[in-house]
């Protein structure tokens, strides 16, 4: 399977701000599945409204108990 085109420079970059290089095949590999996040979210973009998320942790956590009862 052919690695993403995101893994390069993105490794190049963590080398550049944080001084380390990917550690072994599992991080890179785990690094390549990153496109597939980033997709997934890019097609949420304009579909979500603030409305739609708890606008704290508080209020998430109540809407939670609320289920329940």
Known sequence: MEEP???PPTMEQIARWQ????????????LGEMQGLIDAMAKLRGTMVFEDE??????ALRDC?????
Do not use: D, M, Y
């Open 54 to 59: 708890p606008s704290s942790f508080e209020a």
């Open 19 to 30: 001084g380390v290089q990917l550690p072994n095949a599992t991080a890179r590999h785990g």
């Open 5 to 7: 085109a995101l893994v």
């Open 65 to 69: 108990k609320e289920q329940e009862a």
